[in-house]
């Protein structure tokens, strides 16, 4: 998890010891740098540059196939954010829930609300409400939303 420290600004992240072993790992593999890591879903998700995704997966997957070899966990790329505009939320938000369908994505000030159908609800809140603390989370560091609501 990424977390904020006392007395720096909100900008300002640290970065645990196991997710900087997966970013220096990634970034050993793919040769594309990137800070944005975090875990979803039992699977590590890199935030990377929108124009160096191609690369970062490799050709035919090769370098999501031998992360995922060495790691023994799925691994899954993504855009990077496009940190002003609210469409950048709801296509990283879909980015990151993939395959779990949606309806849409409303954001206002502070909060998201995301509505789907109710298989795809119960899957996007997940068992104990794991997958919604863990959208919450990233959703939380990367813009700065406080409040999530899947309806």
């Known amino acids: 998890m990424v977390y904020p420290t006392r007395g720096q600004s909100k900008m300002a992240e640290i970065i ?8 220096n790992l ?5 040769r594309v740098q990137t800070t944005k890591c975090f875990v979803y879903n039992n699977q590590i998700v890199f935030a990377v540059p929108k124009a160096k995704v191609s690369e970062a997966i490799g050709r035919g997957a090769d370098n999501v196939k031998k992360l995922n070899g060495i790691l023994r966990r799925k691994i899954k790329v993504v855009a990077m954010p496009a940190l002003d505009s609210r469409e950048g939320i709801g296509k990283f938000v879909e980015a990151v829930v993939n395959p779990i369908e949606f309806n849409k994505v409303e954001v206002k ?31 939380k560091n990367f813009f700065h939303i406080t409040k999530l609501r899947i309806a």
């Open 109 to 139: 000030e502070n909060s998201v609300t995301i509505s789907a159908g109710r298989q795809s609800k119960a899957a996007l809140i997940g068992r104990n409400r794991t997958r919604e603390k863990e959208l919450a989370d990233v959703l």
């Open 26 to 30: 990634f970034s050993q593999t793919t």
């Open 16 to 23: 645990d010891m196991q997710l900087m072993r997966y970013i």
